[in-house]
């Protein structure tokens, strides 16, 4: 059973550009958070999606950041015209909805190290 | 809003050693849960041990243990019997219970095991 997946691991970008991350959760997981992670922080909640809804993008900024989860194929995290304060790691992470628990593992995925030239 | 403070922002300690790391948060929920995860040089996400607010005992992983002060909110680790490959970046998290809440951590402790 594969894990959460990422892609691509390390991405570069111009100022200017756009980037895209992708995230394929675990088989039979409807959920899926992204997470960012400064360098030398903790990770910050950004956005949490299930199958063609967002739930909570309360952690992602309003201008150039936008997420989606269709009903076929990964999550998108995607940054428009990128600026170098950009620079981070993404991260995505998978769970379950089990209907009467209160709490499902969240499995997180490798990462994309985002860097913005 | 919910917190997480880690104050250490770097510990060591010598193999087979025990070492403690801190954690302390804020909020106003009864119903939540605390998490310790584990980033190794690879980066990857890992769940060290997690600890229910309505239970009373403190978790145990094998090597992992947790001092949950419910009124102090506090949360500690302990690692036990320390291995090499422990050295990592440890961070302490927060999430509500009672939906598919999101994780609030803390900046984290970067732990060096040394020989």
């Known amino acids: 059973n594969a894990g959460v997946m990422q892609n691509p691991r390390h991405l570069v970008r111009r100022r200017g550009q756009e980037a895209r991350l992708r995230c394929s959760p675990m088989?039979?997981?409807?959920?899926v958070y992204w997470y960012r992670q400064l360098p030398e922080e903790g990770l910050k909640f950004m956005v949490y999606?299930?199958?063609?809804?967002?739930?909570?993008e309360s952690g992602m900024p309003k201008e150039r950041f936008s997420a989606e989860f269709p009903k076929e194929g990964p999550s998108i995290l995607r940054i428009q015209q990128v600026v170098r304060g950009d620079s981070a790691a993404y991260f995505c992470?998978?769970?379950?909805?089990?209907?009467?628990?209160?709490?499902?593992?969240?499995?997180f995925g490798p990462g994309t190290r985002l860097t913005v030239l | 809003a919910q917190t997480v403070t880690q104050s250490q922002p770097e510990m060591s300690v010598q193999e087979a050693e025990t070492v403690t790391l801190s954690c302390t948060y804020d909020?106003?929920?009864?119903?939540?849960?605390l998490f310790w995860y584990k980033q190794p040089p690879s980066r990857q996400m890992i769940l060290v041990i997690r600890?229910?607010?309505?239970?009373?005992q403190n978790a145990t992983e094998n090597r992992f243990s947790v001092n949950f002060q419910k009124a102090a909110k506090s949360f500690s680790l302990k690692i036990s019997d320390s291995q090499l490959g422990d050295t990592a970046m440890y961070f302490c998290a927060f999430m509500k219970g009672g939906s598919q809440g999101n994780l609030i951590f803390g900046k984290g402790t970067k732990l060096s095991v040394k020989p």
């Open positions: 600890q229910e607010a309505y239970k009373q």
């Open positions: 992470a998978s769970s379950h909805q089990t209907s009467g628990h209160s709490y499902n593992e969240q499995f």
């Open positions: 999606l299930q199958k063609e809804n967002i739930i909570d």
């Open positions: 909020t106003s929920e009864s119903n939540y849960y």
């Open positions: 088989k039979g997981h409807s959920h």
